[in-house]
Every structure is written in C-alpha cells, then in structure tokens.
C-alpha cells in the first residue's frame, strides 16, 4: 500500500464550492478519486496542511479540516525544516520557507511514495521535478512522485 501525502489543493479541490470550469472539474476528479482510489493508499498530511487549511481567509476551512480530521500527521521536525531551508534555497521551491516547500520536504524525508496535489505551477511541474530529483540524490533523499488525482488513477488502474 503506497504511501499519499495530501497536499492543501487536493484537500481544497474536494470541498470545494467554486462554479469555474478547473474548480468544477478538480471538485470532480478529486471527490471520485477519493471515493474509489483513496481506500487503496496510506493517506498522510502533515502540520503544514491543518495551518493552510485553518487561514482566515479560507471560507471551506471548518469543512477542509473535518474531512482530513482522520489522516495521520507526519511530523515537521529539524530534518524537515533543515530540507525545506535547502529547497528554498537551491531554488526549487519558491520563498519563504513554508507552503510548497515544507509540504515537499515533508514528504521527501518521511519518504512517501506520492505527493497527490492540484498545484502544477510549483509542484507538479516537470521542470522542478528534475531540479528536486537532483537535489534529492544529492542528499541521498527519494522524492516522491508527485501527481494530480488523475495521474494516480491512471497509475493504480494500470498496476
């Protein structure tokens, strides 16, 4: 059973009440990959997903933080702090230490299989993708595969 980390996107996707065409088809994607995919996987969030989901400003926040009350937190500790700093600083996560990068490093050292997000401009991006495989190696780290929704459908279906 394969390790997801459950990045904000994901989590914002599936309770989501936004009417555009991507929030429609992300809501949708994401609500049917949870309830036929997600029972497949050992679901992970961390620390860092409660204070995104928790903000102020996020209208969906009492509802975010019900549907991930049950997934198991990893810790953000010195060796994830530590890796977050060197993502930001080698540039392949966008300043301030926080956000991408944390959510990124958590997985890296927790050593989790995939990074399940929406986020494609800093996460699911193949040109970071190569950077952060780089730096991984470097650091004797794995990173995860990180994908959407749709990619790990694709991927359980073919196995």
Same mark, same amino acid.
């Given at each position: 059973m394969a390790d997801v980390y459950l990045e904000t996107s994901f989590v914002s996707a599936c309770v989501a009440e936004k009417r555009d065409a991507t929030s429609r088809y992300q809501h949708q994607s994401s %609500?049917? /990959? /949870? +309830?036929?995919? &997600?029972?497949? $996987? $050992?679901? %992970?969030? &961390?620390? +860092? %997903?409660?204070?995104?989901? &928790?903000h102020a400003r996020y209208r969906s926040s009492a509802k975010a933080l019900r549907f991930v009350e049950s997934v198991p937190l990893l810790a953000i500790d010195e060796s994830v702090r530590g890796f977050a700093n060197i993502l930001v600083r080698e540039r392949v996560m966008p300043g301030p230490v926080a956000g991408d990068a944390v959510h990124v490093s958590v997985a890296c050292v927790h050593g989790v299989d995939y990074l399940l997000t929406w986020n494609v401009r800093h996460l699911a991006n193949p040109n970071k993708l190569e950077h952060l495989a780089a730096v991984c190696l470097r650091l004797g780290l794995t990173p995860p595969r990180i994908v959407t929704p749709d990619?790990? /459908?694709?991927?359980?279906d073919d196995a």
């Open positions: %609500v049917e /990959w /949870w +309830e036929q995919q &997600s029972g497949q $996987h $050992h679901l %992970v969030i &961390s620390a +860092e %997903v409660i204070r995104e989901l &928790s990619m790990l /459908w694709k991927e359980t």
